[in-house]
């Protein structure tokens, strides 16, 4: 099984920053994909930020330029820097990894979210 958290989440003024943090455990032979996905109050879930495991990134376009995704494979994390922040980034933001298992099967695994509320 596979355990994914995340943390960092909390309220800043717009214009500010966020790092949330995510990480994966358990027992899996590696982890491929790892991605943020945010959900905002009466809508669906979004990709926000996903990343391979070479550093292949990509973005909602929605957030280019103000967001970062970066990982550490040896550690199994994965984190998203969220500068020049706007209050239509307020949402629960959860993180996935793909993770593949002894036999090579690989399944997407989420963490429980993070609340982001953007306002002054």
């Known amino acids: 099984q596979v355990q994914v958290v995340e943390s960092g989440g909390g309220l800043v003024q717009p214009g500010g920053s966020l790092r949330l943090s995510c990480a994966a455990s358990g027992s899996f032979f590696r982890i491929y994909a790892m991605g943020w996905y945010r959900q905002a109050p009466g809508k669906e879930r979004e990709l926000v930020a996903t990343?391979?495991?070479?550093?292949?990134?990509n973005y909602a376009d929605s957030v280019k330029g103000r967001f970062t995704i970066t990982r550490d494979n040896d550690k199994n994390t994965v984190s998203l820097q969220m500068n020049s922040l706007k209050p239509e980034d307020t949402a629960d933001y959860y993180c996935?990894?793909?993770?593949?298992?002894?036999?090579?099967?690989?399944?997407?695994?989420w963490g429980q979210g993070t609340p982001v509320t953007v306002s002054s």
């Open positions: 990343i391979s495991r070479g550093g292949r990134t």
């Open positions: 996935n990894a793909a993770a593949a298992d002894w036999g090579q099967s690989v399944s997407d695994y």
